[in-house]
């Protein structure tokens, strides 16, 4: 029993990890630019699919494509925004959030036009878990390729944080964060903040894409079926707080696969979903939230 | 007071006469015919082909001078793989279009949620979809199975599982609504055959990852797995499976296991994998027409679906009125044993404007159906990934 639930201790964190880049990328944008950009699933695909076709086609490493996957999700979450979102800001952010979700199904679609229905794959070979005995307990299971994404996960994070506490730009967008007015008063342009928070958090969303993507395979709905959890890690965490995003991711990766000792598989989203509710129950603003929504 | 009424009604009516002028014209003109099948979602891969499919055949009848002197027009909708979505095109194609028959439907659920629409309405509904449920529901013979029922399909590979020595099998099931019906049928035909069926793992099939599931299932220690999926999470069950170090027997169905889900994994991990599919009939002119539109591997719903646009159009000539009851009437009749065998629809229509009986078998295979709609005989294939490559093992 122990080393069951080690185990799906071990498969909760490695599913929180590819989780978190994501929620990361979607509470960026919402910490700078005050909305829930629903896009994020289309971006995530968008990265996906331009990681999958610099690997395949151009025989782009893994850890190569993942930076493709990030430039081109980040060009595009930029050119989405200025093209389309950024009219509908001043509307509110209810009216963002609604347009957003629209603007993420036709880039779903534009994806499936240009390149079919068709689940592409990575040209990578699958590997054979590792098995680690831990004597008398039993083995425990792990990834390697799981491990893989979880490190470039960590790496990821890590440049983020190094970007938002060491360089001018990472410390414009927190400090439009934590207060637009102020950092207007200051002379920061927010049009410039804005279009770093989007290349910064639809990249990482890319990224996040190409992870997923790895360890499944890529077609157009790759980023739509973990959105909602993503959203989840995301408000979880305290909408706008990037270590809140990835506490959140873990809270929500190890809950579901938590849930699999208890009951059957089938009712994971459900109780993963229903933990989120008693935590939003007791804690509104979420994990590591400022304000409450 | 009163020259106010008659004013607001001419200028009603005035508004009205274009909109039923047009629509008369309309209803002259063409027979209206609609396609309802998974453009998108889990479905996807297989409906755009399965309307290149009919498409085919209503060019051709079209060029040939359409039926009863009326050219056909094809109007084309998705179902999304998903009942909602389903429900809301079929009432486009049957309120606004106004279809004489809905065609494709593939998944069950997407079928049971618009069939109640169709029969209320009167038109008709050709499916691909396998549940048992669907043809037993009230629909007065307003439904058409091409598929056949999943009774059928699981005594078929059971005893295909049974052969090749498969004694303890353990399944993983995608939450669908066929999700337990399936094992419970197959758990009564192994235990007849001398085997058994050891547990069914039913998962959410929108999960990236299986590694629990796979756990699971694992310690009931069988000695094959039937993978009740569809393509994107048997996609990841099968890496899943592999990189758990599974190395038994795995058998799935073939809507599943098609070519882009073996394109799209290594050949290390698709190796030795069995699918089974209901077979189109190989041999049968009807398919090599369809081999031409689609390629040389054409998957058995377009067989099907190819079949529902030539049956519709076959019983609307062989009634002499294009309508939903018309269809429903006539259906049965253009497979007369005693009629003159046809398997192209040009062929079949000109013998039908000549009074003559026909006998159409298609793509499928003969389009012959019980009273409550599902198809009376089919043949069945089964393939093993070798290499990377599907290789017929059996066609029975």
Redesign the interface.
């Known amino acids: 029993m122990l080393i069951e639930l080690l185990q799906v201790v071990l498969n909760g964190l490695l599913s929180g990890a590819q989780l978190a880049v994501p929620a990361i990328g979607f509470t960026t944008i919402y910490a700078v630019l005050r909305f829930p950009n629903f896009a994020v699933a289309s971006h995530m695909t968008v990265g996906a699919y331009a990681g999958v076709l610099v690997n395949t086609q151009l025989g782009w490493p893994a850890g190569l494509a993942l930076v493709a996957a990030f430039l081109v999700a980040g060009t595009v979450g930029v050119a989405s925004d200025t093209l389309v979102l950024r009219r509908l800001r001043p509307s509110g952010p209810l009216t963002a959030a609604i347009g957003a979700a629209a603007l993420g199904i036709v880039l779903e679609n534009i994806v499936r036009f240009c390149f079919a229905n068709d689940p592409r794959g990575f040209d990578l070979p699958v590997l054979r878990d590792w098995r680690v005995s831990l004597g008398a307990l039993g083995q425990l299971r792990i990834g390697p390729q799981q491990t893989e994404a979880a490190a470039a996960s960590l790496i990821a994070m890590a440049i983020l944080f190094a970007f938002l506490a060491f360089t001018r730009s990472g410390r414009m967008m927190r400090a439009v964060a934590d207060n637009p007015t102020l950092a207007a008063l200051k002379g920061i342009d927010a049009q410039m903040v804005a279009r770093r928070a989007n290349f910064v958090g639809m990249g990482l969303a890319g990224f996040g894409g190409m992870l997923i993507g790895l360890d499944t395979s890529v077609d157009p709905l790759t980023g739509y079926r973990v959105v909602l959890p993503v959203f989840a890690a995301a408000v979880v965490g305290g909408l706008g707080s990037i270590p809140g995003a990835v506490a959140g991711a873990f809270v929500v990766g190890i809950g579901e696969e938590f849930s699999t000792i208890v009951l059957d598989p089938s009712y994971r989203t459900a109780v993963g979903f229903a933990a989120i509710l008693l935590v939003l129950t007791l804690r509104p603003r979420g994990l590591l939230g400022e304000r409450a929504l | 007071m009163t020259p106010s009424i008659p004013r607001r009604a001419a200028l009603l009516g005035g508004l009205a006469v274009p909109f039923l002028a047009n629509a008369t014209h309309a209803q002259a003109e063409t027979i209206r015919i609609g396609t309802l099948t998974p453009q998108?979602?889990a479905g996807?891969?297989y409906g755009?082909p399965m309307v290149k499919a009919m498409r085919a055949v209503v060019d051709e009848v079209n060029a040939a001078g359409g039926v009863l002197g009326r050219k056909i027009e094809l109007i084309s909708e998705d179902d999304e793989t998903n009942p909602d979505a389903g429900v809301r095109a079929a009432r486009k194609l049957i309120d606004v279009n106004r279809v004489v028959a809905v065609l494709g439907t593939w998944a069950s659920a997407v079928t049971t949620a618009v069939a109640p629409l169709c029969w209320e309405n009167k038109v008709m509904l050709f499916t691909v979809s396998g549940g048992d449920g669907i043809t037993r529901l009230p629909h007065q013979g307003y439904i058409i199975r091409t598929q056949p029922d999943s009774n059928l399909q699981s005594d078929r590979a059971v005893a295909f599982m049974l052969g090749q020595g498969a004694r303890k099998v353990a399944y993983l099931s995608a939450?669908t609504p066929f999700a337990v019906s399936i094992y419970e049928r197959h758990l009564q035909d192994l235990k007849a055959g001398g085997g058994q069926a050891v547990g069914n793992?039913?998962?959410?099939a929108?999960?990236?990852?299986f590694?629990?599931?796979v756990?699971?299932v694992l310690k009931l220690q069988p000695d094959s797995l039937f993978l009740n999926s569809y393509?994107?999470d048997l996609?990841?069950l099968l890496?899943d499976l592999?990189?758990?170090?599974y190395d038994g027997r795995r058998y799935t169905l073939g809507y599943a296991a098609n070519d882009?889900?073996i394109?799209?994994?290594?050949a290390?991990?698709t190796e030795g994998l069995v699918s089974y599919a209901p077979s189109p009939d190989l041999d049968s002119p009807a398919f090599k027409q369809v081999q031409t539109v689609i390629g040389a591997n054409p998957d058995p719903y377009s067989c099907q679906t190819f079949d529902h646009i030539s049956m519709t159009l076959l019983a609307i000539a062989k009634a002499g009125t294009a309508s939903g009851p018309a269809i429903h009437d006539a259906v049965r009749a253009i497979g007369n044993p005693a009629g003159t065998p046809v398997t192209s629809v040009t062929e079949g229509l000109k013998l039908l404007a000549a009074g003559k009986e026909i006998n159409y078998s298609g793509a499928s295979g003969p389009c012959k159906f019980t009273p409550i709609g599902d198809i009376t005989g089919c043949k069945f294939r089964f393939d093993v990934v070798q290499k990377g490559q599907s290789k017929l093992l059996q066609l029975s």
């Not at chain 2, 929108?206 to 990852?209: C, F, L, M, N, R």
């Not at chain 2, 394109?263 to 290594?266: I, M």
């Open positions: 998108t979602g996807g891969a755009p939450q793992v039913i998962y959410d929108s999960k990236t990852s590694r629990s599931e756990d699971q393509q994107p996609l990841v890496r592999f990189r758990a170090g882009k889900l394109a799209a994994l290594p290390e991990v």
